[in-house]
């Protein structure tokens, strides 16, 4: 009896309950109904907002229904300090790329400065409420971030620091994501995106580490290329076009092709490399120039053998009559300004590539020539301000062979003998051998490193033999073909006022008179 009686009370406590929790609702509503509630929570809202010295930016992943950039940006941005910050990321790996990027978890918060000024970063998830009609199907999560800053550096902050975040989160989008070598080999025809360039990752693994050369030259490169990369308010300030001009030269196997590959790698760019033999005229080379993207190497690589020069003998041998604004010399070789047509690549359509108005679509652009023959190079290339450095890639040198003795052996200075270091040292200049030849010795012995060191060695000293037998030997013969001209020269040589003058004086006087 007690345990029903209990049990009834229990019934009735809880339906009083139910009915107490009913009535109060209605009178809630009745007193406050649903629009006087929004209301107040407008209006405490606003008081809040009036006395909190903070102001709060809402940045949605999804704006309307097309997808917010900036939300994109932030995420970006934000991965870089997360990733030391945080202590509960979220990862994601994007396609085409290699990295992952840190991100801030569901509903987590985090600090960042900017030019001295504190702001606060909220990652806001949450449910979509419900489905509204969309072209498109929106993801059920609603996401976003809410910037807190303080009102007072609200100008600043608008002012700066959203483009500040854009231009962080291409820079971090594009180290990302994996570079890309485009070549023109499909010749002038174009892919169903209308684009002449054809793309393959790019994954060269030269960097300047592991390239073999004086390492003053190299630091030399890479501040040269770091002004560079840095350098848009500079260019803006003088006026110049932002792009930058890199002749590479020197005997083949020196790292000319490895040099490119490390700059491509350093400033995290992408090459284009221009088969000038399969474009076939200027304006197609205008329309490839104009199809590269900006912070990009543009690569033409052999340029002594890539465009015909046949006729540049022809003004180089009479340096008196050279002058840059004849036309013959613009055109680079005679047969292609006038009666081609426009029908081939001529040298000035690759100087207008390289720097004529042409050139400053889109900006931050290197371009960088290699050549085996420097010599073979037409003057209007070589002049100042087209090419902007001037590179020699060397035969191996004693820094160089340092280096390569550490890549390819792990042998650093200390790990050597002073005895076959000085050795080494005193051979390799006269040896004349390449770093590419080097390598090639150390490659094949290099599960022996004592040895391929004392081989190395031997190489390089019958090479530096052979080189000093066979350049006394060219001394030799070349003494004694000056010996034999000059004894040609005294025989075949005219007398001092001989006919060989006469007939000049004569013309000439002729010459006059008709002047006359
Ligand atoms: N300076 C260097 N440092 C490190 N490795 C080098 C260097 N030079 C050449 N090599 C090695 O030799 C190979 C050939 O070098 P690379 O193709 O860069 O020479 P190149 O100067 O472009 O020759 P070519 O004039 O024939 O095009 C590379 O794969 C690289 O491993
Ligand atoms: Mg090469």
Redesign the pocket.
Known sequence: NSFKSFFWRLMDDALLQGWVVTARKSLLQVIFPPELRFACLKFFNWIFHLFSSYCYFDITEIDGVNTNELYNAVQLYLSSSVSINGSRLSLTRALNSSAITFGLSNNDCIIDTFNGVTVLWEHVVTQRQSQTFSWRPLPEEKRGFTLRIKKRDKSLILDSYLDYIMEKAIEIRRKNQDRLLYTNSRGGSLDSRGHPWESVPFKHPSTFD????DPVKKQEIMDDLKDFANGQSFYQKTGRAWKRGYLLY?P???????MIAAMANYLSYDIYDLELTEVHNNSELRKLLMKTSSKSIIVI?DIDCSINLTNRKKITNNPSTRNYYDPEIRCGSGSICGEDGGNSITLSGLLNFTDGLWSCCGSERIFVF?T?HIEKLDPALLRSGRMDMHIY?SYCSYP?LKI?LKNYLGYEESDLDYDVLKELEEVVDKAEM???DI?EVLIKIRRHKQKAVSELSEILKTRAERNLKSGSLREKNSDDMEDEEQEKRALESPKEGSEFEEPCKKEEEEDEEKLK
């Open positions: 592991t390239l073999a050369m020197g083949p196997g020196t790292g000319k092709s490895s690589e290699t085996n890639m160089a390569l390449t770093p590419a390598s």
